[in-house]
């Protein structure tokens, strides 16, 4: 399976600063995806990173405050912007990896654990 | 519009019991339904998921879920609880592929001596 490692692990930050959060993968992967995890609660889609065109994003969340970049097959950013305590959460990016026998599958980094005050 | 209920957000077993977590979801085209679980300060890790085939689906761990359409249910259980299971589980469900992901609220399931 890939192997996903995203930097810094944990963060915290003063709000109105933004936070760029790296996702690194070990293999070439189509599709990237970004999660939120607020203190306490599940996992919430941010929005889908493709190589080479805009990342789509879900409803609720909006590119000024969450821009993306995809700038090749193995990385991705996510840059959490002009921040507010609110935004206090575990960052997770994941990737889909096309398996043997043609099943693709969803895997998860690590995960970064952002505090704002 | 597909959702999923993650039945108890906290559960408590015995070492050796059996483990069983519930999740139901709705869905309006056969889903492809995951179990992830999260350890402590950790990512989520695959345990199984169900895409169309066998109902009955064995994952890492020991752990296994049944997929039941007229129930519109997916447990995961375990015959014997370990020590080493204690953790976050969450059941997600996608509409026919495996990229946008829907999770339910996540099961806690403590194991004790």
């Known amino acids: 399976s890939a192997v996903i490692s995203q930097k810094p692990s944990r963060d915290i930050c003063q709000r109105g600063t933004s936070l760029t959060i790296q996702c690194q993968v070990d293999s070439q992967v189509t599709m990237m995806f970004w999660y939120r995890q607020q203190p306490g609660q599940s996992l919430t889609l941010i929005a889908t990173?493709?190589?080479?065109?805009?990342?789509?994003?879900e409803s609720g969340f909006v590119i000024d405050k969450f821009p993306i970049s995809r700038p090749n097959l193995t990385f991705s950013t996510l840059t959490v912007s002009n921040m507010s305590p609110e935004d206090s959460s575990i960052y997770l990016c994941s990737v889909e990896e096309l398996l043997a026998g043609g099943e693709d599958t969803q895997y998860f980094g690590p995960g970064t654990r952002l505090t704002v005050l | 519009a597909q959702s999923v209920t993650q039945l108890g957000s906290h559960v408590s077993v015995s070492e050796g019991a059996l483990v069983l977590l519930r999740c139901n979801y709705s869905?309006?085209?056969?889903?492809?339904l995951f179990w992830y679980v999260q350890y402590p300060n950790q990512g989520l890790q695959l345990l199984l998921k169900?895409?169309?085939?066998?109902?009955l689906v064995k994952g890492i761990n020991g752990f296994e879920a049944e997929f039941k359409k007229s129930e519109t249910s997916f447990h995961l259980t375990k015959p014997s609880a370990h020590m080493s299971d204690a953790a976050e589980y969450f059941c997600?469900?996608?509409?026919?592929?495996?990229?946008?992901?829907?999770f339910g609220a996540g099961t806690r399931l403590a194991v004790h001596p």
């Open positions: 990173a493709n190589q080479g065109s805009e990342a789509t994003y």
């Open positions: 869905s309006s085209v056969p889903p492809y």
């Open positions: 169900y895409t169309s085939a066998a109902t």
């Open positions: 997600a469900v996608s509409e026919g592929g495996y990229n946008k992901l829907i």
